[in-house]
């Protein structure tokens, strides 16, 4: 297939490249450039005059396991509507590792339409797991990992079946955490980690950049680390000293009051200095806590509603004060419906995230932090043909991406605009 007279985003510079052709072979981008010739009588070509191409999109904090127990159409719909949209790969971050094998070979053999998916597998954490009611609708969602033995074990289970990824969650020992670290490295696997529910956290921010963490998903993430000084000695107090569950809520409910008013912008700053000289990029869901900020009060209890507030407005805070330094920020929404992806990008542009950055995140960033980047995120030579033709140029504004021309995945067409 030959891709004529495309504008081109170049992720490298952040700048569109006018007028150049895009030769695919066997599935994969061959030449990028400017091509007046081919002698393949065979050659599919394909005018995109006035159209504007960017790699195809990852989804970097999806949850796809619940699409295994949906019926098959209804399974085939939302996977297919993905790279419909021009979402050509998934970051999957926490599901049961048999069901996530066996959806990816189905999508990689052709029996499913569908992203690639780069799965976790299981959500790792200190026994008993948060979300362990989720193993009776889908065993193994999350695993208890209380030993070294425990961390040995499910790193050779994970690297035998084929997770691109380690998950790690909420409440762990140091020791375990770092060990496990550790091995995810041996074996090839970068780990991203959630360090729960605000404001007490065992793997903070920092214990889990020193561990060799590259990766945070939520963007509350950082809260208790940037607290005001007088805030940082009660929670650090709370945190080391066995006080009970009351007096930790009432001090998590001043501090939600307090919302960005409790954060330190200088104990910020010293963070984001530490993200940017380690290389960590951060997952915000911006839209999985303005979705649940917006339920009625009368749904979820007055306290809960308080708290969604507290911590859709500081995710959005960190994400601003982030996306003005340049920390690499990905692009994902906490589920398996693929306009959330596209809702993101627009969150994190009312951030103030440009254009430019915001597909950064959904394409070359996520390619570099999984180690896949010389076959993802970037329309150059010797990467997969995935590619979203945009129908307006999404460096003036982000919304174009939702109005695509046409769709490649391994070279093939999987979406193209018609007329009719």
């Known amino acids: 297939m030959l891709l004529k007279n495309l504008n081109v985003f170049d992720v490298e510079a952040g700048v569109i490249r006018n007028n150049l052709d895009v030769l695919i072979e066997n599935g994969i981008l061959s030449d990028v450039g400017r091509i007046d010739e081919v002698d393949d009588q065979n050659l599919c070509q394909v005018e995109c005059s006035g159209k504007f191409a960017i790699p195809g999109l990852f989804e970097c904090h999806a949850h796809l396991v619940g699409l295994t127990a949906e019926k098959d159409e209804k399974k085939k719909q939302v996977l297919a509507d993905f790279v419909r949209k021009g979402i050509t790969q998934v970051r999957d971050v926490g599901g049961s590792l048999d069901r996530m094998e066996a959806m990816k070979d189905a999508v990689s053999s052709g029996k499913l339409p569908g992203p690639e998916i780069f799965y976790s597998g299981p959500m790792l954490e200190k026994g008993p797991p948060f979300w362990e009611r989720h193993n009776e609708a889908f065993p193994g969602f999350t695993v208890a990992i209380d030993t070294k033995e425990d961390a040995r074990r499910i790193m050779a289970e994970l690297s035998e079946c084929g997770a691109s990824l380690v ?39 920092d214990i889990g950049i020193n561990s060799g963490v ?20 009660e929670h650090d107090r709370l945190l080391t000293s066995a006080a009970d569950e009351e007096t930790r809520r009432l001090f998590a409910v001043r501090v939600h009051r307090l919302s960005i008013e409790s954060v330190s912008s200088a104990r910020l700053g010293e963070l984001i200095d530490i993200m940017l000289e380690k290389d960590v990029c951060i997952c915000p869901t911006l839209h999985a806590f303005a979705a649940i900020a917006e339920h009625p009060a009368e749904e979820m209890g007055e306290g809960s509603k308080e708290v969604c507030r507290a911590m859709d407005e500081i995710g959005r805070h960190f994400t601003q004060e982030m996306g003005k330094r340049n920390v690499r920020i990905l692009v994902g929404h906490d589920g398996a419906n693929p306009e959330f992806t596209l809702n993101e990008m627009q969150l994190l542009k009312k951030c103030g995230l440009s254009e430019s950055e915001i597909i950064k995140g959904a394409t070359i960033y996520p390619a570099q932090w999984l180690g896949v980047e010389k076959k993802y995120g970037s329309i150059l030579p010797g990467r997969k043909a995935n590619i979203l033709v945009l129908n307006q140029n999404p460096l003036e504004d982000i919304q174009n991406v939702r109005i695509p021309y046409l769709v490649t995945q391994n070279g093939k067409i999987v979406f193209k605009e018609t007329n009719e």
Not at 217 to 223: A, I, N, Q, T
């Open 167 to 205: 998950k790690t969650f909420n409440k762990f020992d140091v020791e375990v955490h770092r060990y496990l670290v550790d091995r995810a490295k041996d074996c090839g696997l970068p780990v991203t980690h959630d360090p729960g529910m605000p404001l007490f956290h065992s793997i903070p921010m």
């Open 214 to 233: 590259r990766c945070f998903e939520h963007g509350k993430s950082p809260w208790p680390l940037v607290l005001k000084d007088d805030l940082k000695l």
